[in-house]
């Protein structure tokens, strides 16, 4: 029962689509329990197989991980004998970034007991899309053009996002140790407001993690063609008052009916 369902909730972790009927339904058999999944995720389907699953809740998620792995056999080391450490947690976070200038972005690696690094660089920019990761040189053009960034790109780190993997618990107090803000640019819709809120939750302050928006919001979601479900309208309830700006987006999504990928960033200007 546990083979592979390991592999698929570290892709969830990773924020890459999976079919979470399948997965779901894998969980259920193996003893997990109803409110327990519904605590730990929230899933948006794109197609009958293909959903966007959003971590609410890392501890949640981890006792998720549990009903994946007999307990006896959770760790990599006494899986190692057996090949099987494919499907058992990972023990350490990797974490890519760049300063403007770098021509290849390097990665930091974050493990239990592991010595915490220092930024080299005042403020953060998380960017959960790869491609405006790649890209950062037009990314931050966009960011300050269009959300008042006003920092000089010397003075910025560029963090890739990775989806939910940002907010792991071994991550956060690097980016808490940023001397300045913390600035996210994220999806606009519920995932990307759910991982800001995993990221406060985690314990970066509001006061300097900030939630990147484009000034011409009303416009770009009218012509996004990112229809909000049903259901993901009803997620942004629990999503409410976790900062001004982030009320505005939400206010915007119910009032369009629309989401906003990041990536379409690159395309209107």
Not at 26 to 39: F, M, N, P, T, Y
Not at 109 to 116: A, H, N
Not at 202 to 214: A, E, F, K, N, Q
Request: hydrophobic share 35%; glycine share 8%; charged share 25%.
């Amino acid at each position: 029962m546990s083979r592979g369902l390991m592999t698929a909730l570290n892709t969830i972790e990773s924020g890459v689509g999976v079919d979470w009927k399948k997965i779901k339904n894998r969980l259920i058999k193996a003893g997990a329990d109803q409110l327990l999944i519904d605590k730990a995720v929230t899933a948006t389907a794109f197609s009958d197989r293909h959903y966007r699953v959003t971590i609410n809740n890392n501890d949640a998620f981890h006792e998720l991980k549990d009903y994946a792995v007999p307990r006896d056999k959770s760790s990599r080391s006494a899986a190692s004998p057996g090949g099987n450490t494919h499907n058992t947690r990972v023990n350490g976070s990797l974490l890519a970034a760049c300063g403007i200038d770098d021509d290849i972005p390097y990665n930091y690696l974050f493990m239990p007991g592991r010595e915490i690094p220092r930024p080299t660089k005042r403020h953060g920019l998380i960017i959960e899309n790869l491609e405006c990761f790649l890209n950062k040189r037009d990314t931050y053009t966009f960011v300050q053009e269009y959300c008042g960034v006003s920092y000089p790109a010397t003075d910025v780190e560029f963090i890739m996002g990775a989806g939910n993997s940002i907010s792991n618990r071994l991550i956060i107090p690097y980016l808490a140790a940023f001397e300045g803000d913390v600035m996210c640019l994220l999806d606009v819709d519920a995932g990307g407001l759910q991982i800001y809120a995993n990221l406060l939750s985690g314990g970066l302050s509001p006061d300097s993690t900030s939630y990147l928006v484009p000034c011409d919001l009303g416009e770009r979601l009218g012509a996004s063609a990112r229809v909000a479900q049903e259901k993901e309208l009803g997620r942004l309830s629990a999503l409410y008052d976790l900062s001004p700006t982030t009320n505005r987006v939400i206010s915007a999504i119910r009032y369009f009916e629309r989401t906003l990928e990041q990536e379409s960033y690159r395309a209107i200007r």
